[in-house]
């Protein structure tokens, strides 16, 4: 009696500590939730904000019935605009995790062992897209675009398509505008379509997109200032000119680092710069974004375009990118 008397004090005592040991739901469903057809479509704008719309089909693969599914997203700046269940609406949350933000898609009723049922999202970001920024010759208006994908279930049949701003064509100041190569590209006779056709992705796996693209901001102009186009053309051709001369001194001027300001860069810019300055010229690229608490997509596209001008170098160590301010030694 004595030894059962011990046994029962002993289990009395550790189950509170066993029952603590729960598997997060976001990673139980991993194993018991797979995702069939999903197709992801992104919608630029020219304000820089990003409409995306995602189904699927949701597949149980578990032995109970499940009441929710889970989607991770990599913005941090998500709103669900509408979310649906076998077409009927349902009231999905979201919530915003370590850089990036989680999603929860009540099931009406639940979903049975087996079972599956069609889901559809429309959400909206505006930390996809960098701010525009003027071409060096001043015709164009260039932006970026970049989204990492990472699910927490695995992605079937998965396709994924990003359509440009009406009138937007790949930026030619970039050697790669476009990560990965496109399955396929068309157009719907106003904007650019780039599709990947991706198969299968496993849950924790992730695949990245990048784009870099060119608005016409010079025909924006033209037409703006159409009753005074002579006049402007003029202004427009000097300016050109001023702009031609003078940017090479100006991206000499923000290679040095000591203590002079940052010019000809836009905000953004400027504080990874000063950040960067504050840590004595380099630093790891997860310190910037977890000092200046933005999300790691955002701080990849303006590194990117920091690099591609020659103000910033970003080097491999280890499983992390240092990157170091690059001064002009000729200044």
Partial sequence: MKRIGLILMTFLLLFPVAASFQIPVALAQTSIVEFDSVDITAILSESGTTTMEITAAIHNLGPDAITNVMLRVDSLTTQILASQIEGQDADATASIEDRYTLIQLPILGGLASNSSAEMKLELEMTDLQTDAATSFDGVYLLG?????????????????????????????ETAGPLF????????????????????????????????????????????????????????????????????????????????????????????????????????SQKELYTDLDTSQSKISIVLAGLEERGLVRRFREGRENIIHIVEDTNS
């Fill in 144 to 172: 970026d675009f970049i989204f990492y994908v990472r699910p927490l279930a695995t992605f079937r049949n998965f396709i994924f398509r990003v359509i440009l701003p009406e009138g937007a064509t790949l930026s030619q």
């Fill in 180 to 283: 990965p190569r496109a399955s396929e590209n068309y157009t719907d006779g106003a904007s650019l379509i780039f599709l990947w056709n991706l198969g299968s992705l496993q849950a924790g796996q992730e695949q990245a997109f990048i784009i870099r693209y060119q608005l016409p901001g010079a025909a924006t102009l033209t037409q703006a200032f159409l009753p005074c186009s002579s006049l402007f053309l003029l202004l427009g051709g000097f300016l050109g000119a001023v702009i031609v001369l003078v940017t090479p001194r100006v991206i000499r001027r923000v290679r040095q680092i000591g203590s002079v300001r940052f010019v000809g860069v836009t905000n953004e810019e400027k504080e990874i710069l000063e950040t960067i300055k504050s840590k004595g010229g380099s630093c």
